[in-house]
C-alpha cells in the first residue's frame, strides 16, 4: 500500500525522492525557488509542484494535502538563537515554525524534518527545542531527535543530520530510527572513480586510491555570495588531502593526459564537476538537476541524500502500517 506525503522546502527532490523509493507518493511539493521547481518538474513530471513561499501557503487552497500520511520538511539550516539575534534575520527559524504550525492545520499522521546536528541537543537550541515541542504536544504527538550520518546509509560523505519525527499516539511506539545500511563506508575514490577515468585518464586509480575516505560535508553556499567552492579553509585542506581543487568546480572531468581544459588554476589537484558532487550526496545519474552550474550546485549542496530520506520513508512508513 502506497502512503501520502507532502514536502515542503523541497529544493531538488533528494529527500522527496528517498521518500518515494519508501513508499509515499508526494500530493504536493513546495519550494520557493524556481530553478528548484524546474528540477523537481524536469525529473517527475506527475509531481503537483508549487512555486511559493511557505510563509503564503494556504491548506484552504489544496484540499488534497489534510490528512496525509507524512508532512516532511529538509529545511534550510538553522541558526542557534544567540547567532540569530547576533548576525541575521532568522528566516530559517521562521521557516522551522511555519512548519511545525502546518502540521496543526493538514494533521499528517507523521512529521519529518531533518535539519543541523546540534538542533537534536545543543543548549544553543533549546528554545527552537522548547517552542517545538509546546507546539508538538498540543497536536498530541509523540516525537524522536536524534541524529544520522548519511555516511551510514552509503552515501560517500561525513553528512551529519539532526532528525525530529513526530508520530500520533498509534503509531508512536511502533517507530524504530534507521539503523545503519552499510557496513563499510563508500569512499570519494569509490564513488568517483568511473567519471575519474570516463575519458580514458591513466591515473584516475592512483587518484581514487589516494582518495580513500568519505568526502566533508558539502555544503550549497547562501546565494548572497559568489560562485560554488567545496567550502572553508579547513575544509579545502581535506579535499586536497585526496587530489582535489576545493576552491572552485570543473566543467568536465579529467581527460587522457589527466588535464582539465577549463581549469586555468594551474594546479594538479582536480576540480569536481557539478554531476560528481550529485554522486557524493548520492542522486542517482539520471537525476537531472537544472540551472547555472552554481545553481545546480547550490541545490545539491542543500539536498538531502536520497538513500538517508529513503531509511527516514521505510522507519516512518513502517510504523504507520503496522
Not at 533528494?14 to 504536493?28: I, K
Request: aromatic share 6%; charged share 20%; glycine share 10%.
Amino acid at each position: 500500500m502506497r502512503l501520502t506525503s507532502v514536502d515542503v522546502c523541497s529544493g531538488a527532490g533528494g529527500l522527496a525522492l528517498g521518500l518515494e523509493r519508501a513508499g509515499f507518493d508526494p500530493v504536493l511539493l513546495l519550494d520557493n525557488k524556481p530553478v528548484a521547481c524546474e528540477t523537481l518538474r524536469r525529473n517527475r513530471p506527475s509531481w503537483n509542484v508549487l512555486e511559493m513561499e511557505l510563509a503564503h501557503f494556504d491548506p484552504t487552497m489544496h484540499r488534497q494535502v489534510y490528512g496525509v500520511d507524512l508532512l516532511s520538511a529538509g529545511l534550510p539550516r538553522v541558526k542557534s538563537s544567540a547567532t540569530t539575534k547576533r548576525v541575521d534575520t532568522g528566516l530559517e527559524l521562521r521557516l522551522l515554525q511555519t512548519t511545525v504550525r502546518l502540521a496543526h492545520t493538514i494533521q499528517p499522521k507523521a512529521l519529518l524534518i531533518e535539519n543541523v546536528p546540534e538542533l537534536v541537543a545543543s543548549p544553543d537550541f533549546g528554545e527552537i527545542r522548547d517552542y517545538i515541542q509546546k507546539e508538538l504536544a498540543c497536536l498530541e504527538y509523540r516525537f524522536y531527535w536524534f541524529v544520522l550520518n548519511a555516511s551510514d546509509f552509503g552515501v560517500p560523505q561525513d553528512r551529519k543530520q539532526g532528525v525530529l519525527v513526530a508520530l500520533n499516539d498509534r503509531s508512536f511506539d511502533r517507530f524504530e530510527a534507521p539503523a545503519p545500511t552499510v557496513a563499510r563506508h563508500v569512499t570519494v575514490g569509490e564513488a568517483l572513480l568511473p567519471s575519474m577515468s570516463a575519458r580514458g585518464w591513466a591515473g584516475a586509480e592512483k587518484w581514487a586510491a589516494q582518495a580513500n575516505r568519505v568526502a566533508p560535508t558539502l555544503v550549497g553556499g547562501s546565494d548572497n555570495r559568489g560562485g560554488a567552492d567545496l567550502g572553508l579553509t579547513g575544509t579545502k585542506k581535506t579535499w586536497a588531502q585526496m587530489g582535489i581543487n576545493g576552491a572552485a568546480l570543473g566543467d568536465e572531468v579529467p581527460g587522457m593526459d589527466g588535464v582539465q581544459e577549463s581549469d586555468t588554476s594551474g594546479s594538479p589537484l582536480k576540480k569536481l564537476t557539478v554531476e560528481q558532487a550529485a554522486t557524493l550526496q548520492s542522486f542517482p545519474q539520471d537525476w537531472i538537476v537544472t540551472g547555472k552550474k552554481t545553481a545546480r550546485y547550490r541545490q545539491i549542496g542543500h539536498a538531502s541524500p536520497p538513500p538517508v530520506g529513503e531509511a527516514l520513508g521505510r522507519a516512518i512508513a513502517q510504523a504507520l502500517r503496522r
